[in-house]
């Protein structure tokens, strides 16, 4: 069986610059962003997420600061292509399991670019560097929590940590992370 990990990677030196397309909605990109959407999730996925991506009662685009039309003008499609493919790469069937993990090496992973990363899917467990490690290994959530606790502990002041999360994080698990770091200090 074929990983998709195997699948080539972009190399810059073969993309192509051309003049600008002549279109960016319409039914060419409803096409591209239903395969994309279809090749990620599936079907029924599909159907779930696009329906709910920018509405009342749904989520909001990660990718842009699309408009909350007025009560009442709402439209069952309200996304565009890159939307629909940020989604479709965000809500992937795919999975970077702990055996992804074991077939490449750090200093692998690091020759490939960050599209290539993305498309492997979701990281399913706590992964972690030990010392003198060259790969990634999977570690129990306790055992993370533990090492992240420690490693906090042993600074001599709060001051000295530094926190960082993801621009796509939810509200309330930023709310939440926020939590967190202002109890810490």
């Known amino acids: 069986m074929r990983h998709k990990d195997e699948e080539r990677d972009y190399d810059e030196a073969d993309l192509e610059v051309g003049p600008p397309k002549d279109h960016a909605a319409g039914p060419t990109a409803v096409a591209v962003s239903m395969k994309r959407a279809l090749e990620h999730m599936g079907v029924v996925r599909t159907a779930e997420t696009l329906l709910q991506l920018n509405q009342a009662e749904g989520f909001d685009c990660m990718s842009c600061a699309w408009p909350d039309p007025e009560p009442g003008h709402r439209h069952a499609a309200e996304f565009c292509e890159n939307g629909a493919k940020a989604v479709a790469e965000e809500a992937t069937r795919d999975r970077a399991t702990p055996e992804f993990f074991a077939r490449h090496s750090i200093a692998e992973l690091d020759c490939?670019?960050?599209?290539?990363?993305?498309?492997?899917?979701?990281?399913?467990?706590?992964m972690v560097k030990r010392p003198g490690g060259t790969h990634y290994e999977p570690i129990e959530w306790d055992e993370a929590f533990a090492l992240i606790g420690d490693q906090?502990?042993?600074?001599?002041?709060?001051?000295?940590?530094?926190?960082?999360?993801?621009?796509?994080?939810?509200?309330?698990?930023?709310?939440?992370?926020?939590?967190?770091?202002?109890?810490f200090g």
Do not use: C, K, M
Request: charged fraction near 15%; glycine fraction near 6%.
């Open 112 to 126: 490939h670019s960050e599209h290539w990363l993305g498309q492997q899917g979701r990281i399913t467990h706590p």
């Open 152 to 183: 906090l502990n042993a600074l001599d002041s709060p001051d000295e940590a530094i926190f960082y999360t993801s621009g796509r994080a939810s509200n309330e698990a930023a709310f939440a992370y926020q939590l967190f770091v202002r109890a």
